[in-house]
């Protein structure tokens, strides 16, 4: 079975610092993909970054960065110079390419960051 | 572009009636999915449409749930004789295709609440 963990339900950090945000996950498919969706008091789910189970290098987007490490089955997003605008729910998600093109989520974590 | 919409934005049913939930993806876009999400249990996959295939309709927490997608385009997810526990966000999202690195882009969700 297929499971996404977050093991941070809150997080703060201050504006312009770093924030990681932690993601495990559990598949036996050797082919995958995770994701990152920001979630504001909106509503709406903003993807932010993909990385592939066989890419050979960390995605990055912007401010925002993935530590991948496929041995310990972690996918940590890592948000850069943080901002006001980063408040929002972070959810982590996972698609095995065997089970077709559903995203399973995990609980999220509630990043705030303080002025 | 337009990105996906949904509609109503927001029903009150009682419990027992039946509600019709819309999603109108982006256009072009062959896959569509549909996701719910409730306090306490996230985020959680329903169904899934990929072109003219058979969906993958195995997130679909009872048959009071079903969904169509007419056209390969415009669906509806249907929820027969409403429960309390059916209250929730329901959010549709669509992809350019099935797999690989595609993203998928959501809707604002349609948040439901039976009294």
């Known amino acids: 079975a297929q499971k996404i963990t977050q093991t941070q339900p809150g997080m703060f950090v201050q504006e312009k610092e770093a924030v990681t945000l932690d993601c495990t996950y559990d598949?036996?498919?050797?082919?995958?993909?995770l994701f990152w969706y920001k979630q504001p008091s909106s509503g709406e789910m903003i993807f932010l970054i993909y990385?592939?189970?066989?890419?050979?290098q960390n995605a990055t987007e912007g401010r925002y960065s993935l530590n991948f490490q496929k041995a310990r089955k972690s996918a940590n997003l890592v948000i850069s110079a943080s901002q006001l605008g980063d408040s929002a729910m972070y959810f982590c998600?996972?698609?095995?390419?065997?089970?077709?093109?559903?995203?399973?989520f995990g609980q999220g974590t509630e990043l705030s960051v303080k002025p | 572009g337009a990105g996906v919409s949904q509609s109503p934005s927001n029903k009150v049913t009682e419990k027992g009636k039946d509600v019709e939930l819309r999603c109108d993806p982006i256009?072009?876009?062959?896959?569509l999915y549909w996701y719910r999400q409730s306090l306490g249990q996230g985020l959680e996959f329903l169904i899934y449409?990929?072109?003219?295939?058979?969906?993958?309709k195995s997130g679909l927490p009872s048959d009071r749930f079903s969904a169509e997608r007419t056209g390969g385009s415009v669906s509806t997810l249907t929820i027969q004789r409403t429960q309390q526990e059916d209250s929730a966000v329901y959010l549709c999202?669509?992809?350019?295709?099935?797999?690989?690195?595609?993203?998928?882009?959501f809707g604002p969700g349609t948040r439901l609440l039976v009294l």
């Open positions: 990385q592939g189970s066989y890419d050979q």
């Open positions: 449409f990929q072109g003219n295939s058979a969906p993958d």
């Open positions: 998600a996972m698609r095995a390419d065997n089970q077709g093109g559903k995203l399973i």
């Open positions: 598949t036996s498919d050797p082919s995958y993909g």
């Open positions: 999202a669509s992809s350019l295709y099935l797999g690989g690195r595609e993203t998928q882009y």
């Open positions: 256009s072009g876009h062959t896959a």
